[in-house]
Nanobody, 115 residues
Framework: QAQLVESGGGLVQPGGSLRLSCAAS????????MGWYRQAPGKQRELVAI???????SYADSVKGRFTISRDNAKSTVYLQMNSLKPEDTAVYYCNAYKGPRNYWGQGTQVTVSS
């Protein structure tokens, strides 16, 4: 049974930092493309960052230079380091694992950026 479990969300002041973690288990291997998505209230879910099996990364323009995605295949864990957080980064952040046609989602973790 494939499973993704996110952690690390919370409340942070503007300009602060958080690190999200996503622990993968079951049939999700290092061959999967891993990604972080987010969904703010009233908005569609959007891609934040992805990392492929070789370590190549891609980011949404809105987070470039502030967020860093990484993976530790030995721990089956993907991270999202978020720096210089802004109120507009407030959303539920979801971890995703994709290797066509398989596509898995975590339950999400809330990130709130507010003073």
């Amino acid at each position: 049974q494939a499973q993704l479990v996110e952690s690390g969300g919370g409340l942070v002041q503007p300009g602060g930092s958080l690190r999200l973690s996503c622990a993968a288990s079951g049939s999700i291997t290092s061959a999967y493309v891993m990604g972080w998505y987010r969904q703010a209230p009233g908005k569609q879910r959007e891609l934040v960052a992805i990392i492929d099996s070789g370590g190549s990364t891609s980011y949404a323009d809105s987070v470039k230079g502030r967020f860093t995605i990484s993976r530790d295949n030995a721990k089956s864990t993907v991270y999202l380091q978020m720096n210089s957080l802004k109120p507009e980064d407030t959303a539920v952040y979801y971890c995703n694992a994709y290797k066509g046609p398989r596509n898995y989602w975590g339950q999400g973790t809330q990130v709130t950026v507010s003073s």
